[in-house]
């Protein structure tokens, strides 16, 4: 059987076409997607193979590890806590890193370090964090969640310029534009940090600097700050996507736009690539799935560069010179199993073509220390232990809700107590607010 036809077989019966093939079926066009799917990706791996991105990691498992030893790792995470009550948008969020010295003994306290390296702690309904008030508190949230992450990898990597490597929990370089939205007479502008907000985000690296300037003071122009940093230090800094958007095909289609401008995919194909591409998109397929049947175990693509901030036309005018500055990423996809999908990888331009392929290397053979894992360890690990256990949020809301009732019943206002109960309660249809009698 052709490997591709193969691969195919190998993903249908581990259920991970399923939603594909569910909705190709129900639109009676089943053998149209299969075949359509068999023959774009033998085209486009067959593409790739003679543009020479096509790797496959030879070394062995012994080999490598061994010419590893006295490297220092570190792996970046975020956890999020969020209470969400009508009087109150309560957020925690903290990053915390894990940094391994390979080759040390079990027993060498020195060989491993855990730390939780920043903290972020804020009401969004009356936020000290920004400056004023906003009203799409998920996005305050991503926002938060966003600097504080990347502001960690820079607070390991000034801190320690001994690691060889670090790894953060997601993408690296994230769009900036949504976060850029202005003001009208209607809907307020996405807020500056505060004084307040500064003062914890400086606490987590040193190089982030407080400042007056009110657009110094934007998410924008703050995150753009800590990626150029990042860009220009010699530690290599990566990020590890586990799960790529399911139905997103830009990668794809700017690898096939990379192709036609190096001469090798004309015109026609190009065109003919992307009605096949949308034809796949329409039936569930995304990067991470198309890039699963082209790759095969132990194969991965090149970097390659990927323009992450989008069309300029969807730039906000006021921030498109701070948003222009941000680093694109270079983006890899590595299969580290039949069992898994693809693994999407991103690193800065700045890193070198042997930065690169150490960086697919490593995180291969990271991957395979777990079994049916497929993912580097050392995030596993440092997921652990930043991530914000559900007990403590669901402890932290029945509190709340149990001072708030206090102080209700010490009113004896029959108005608040009703109210107090819901908040506490958060079902109507509780005994509390059963018809009284008579009703």
């Known amino acids: 059987m052709d490997p591709i036809e193969s691969r195919i077989n190998e993903l249908d019966f581990s259920g991970r076409f399923l939603e594909a093939l569910i909705h190709q079926t129900q639109n009676e066009t089943g053998m149209d997607f299969l075949d359509i799917l068999t023959r774009t990706s033998k085209v486009l791996r067959q593409c790739l193979l003679e543009a020479d991105m096509i790797k496959t ?57 855990f730390d939780i390296k920043g903290c972020i702690v804020d009401d ?7 400056e004023d008030d906003f009203d799409d508190t998920s996005t305050l949230t991503d926002a938060a969640r966003m600097l504080v992450e990347i502001l960690a990898t820079e607070s390991v990597v000034l801190n320690d310029p001994t690691i060889n490597a670090v790894f953060v929990h997601g993408p690296l370089i994230n769009p900036a534009a949504p976060y850029g939205r202005q003001g009208t007479s209607y809907t307020p502008g996405f807020p500056n940090f ?22 110094k003071k934007h998410f924008i122009s703050a995150y753009r700050a800590v990626l150029e940093r990042l860009y220009q230090s010699k530690t290599l800094v990566a990020g590890v996507v586990e799960r790529p958007a399911k139905r997103s095909v830009a990668v794809v289609n700017t690898l096939l736009d990379n192709l036609h401008k190096n001469g090798l995919l004309s015109k026609t194909a190009r ?25 095969a175990p132990g ?6 560069r990927v323009e992450r901030q989008g069309g300029r036309g969807k730039w906000p005018q006021k921030w498109a010179g701070n948003i222009e500055r941000i680093p694109n990423p270079m983006v890899a996809f590595l299969r580290t199993s039949a069992e898994s999908d693809v693994v999407r990888l991103e690193c800065f331009e700045s890193s070198t073509t042997e930065e690169q392929i150490y960086l697919c290397e490593l995180t291969m053979k990271m991957s395979q220390l777990l079994p049916k894992y497929s993912f580097p360890v050392g995030l596993d690990i440092v997921d652990k232990e930043a991530k914000v256990p559900r ?17 209700a019943l010490k009113s004896k206002n029959p108005d608040d107590i009703h109210y107090a109960k819901r908040i506490l309660l958060a079902n109507g249809r509780d005994w509390l607010f059963r018809p009284k009698a008579g009703i």
């Not at 007990?391 to 001072?403: D, F, N, V």
Request: no cysteine; net charge negative.
């Open 391 to 407: 007990w403590l949020t669901k402890g932290i809301e029945s509190q709340y809700g149990i001072a708030m009732l206090r102080e």
């Open 194 to 215: 505060s004084k307040d907000g500064q003062d914890q985000f400086s606490d987590i690296s040193i190089g982030f600097k407080n400042s007056d300037d009110s657009d």
């Open 271 to 295: 065109a003919e690539f992307k009605t096949r591409i949308d034809f796949l998109q329409q039936h569930k397929m995304g990067d991470a799935l198309i890039f699963s049947v082209v790759l």
């Open 57 to 113: 990691v030879k070394v062995s498992s012994a080999e490598f590890w061994k010419g590893q030893r006295g490297k220092k790792l570190s792996f970046i995470d975020g956890g999020v806590s969020s209470v969400q009550l009508p009087v109150a948008n309560l957020i925690g969020i903290r990053a915390g890193s894990y940094t391994v010295e390979l080759g040390k003994s079990l027993e060498d306290k020195e060989r491993e370090k």
């Open 124 to 130: 969004l309904f009356n936020s000290e964090l920004m």
């Open 299 to 304: 194969e991965y693509i090149m970097p390659f």
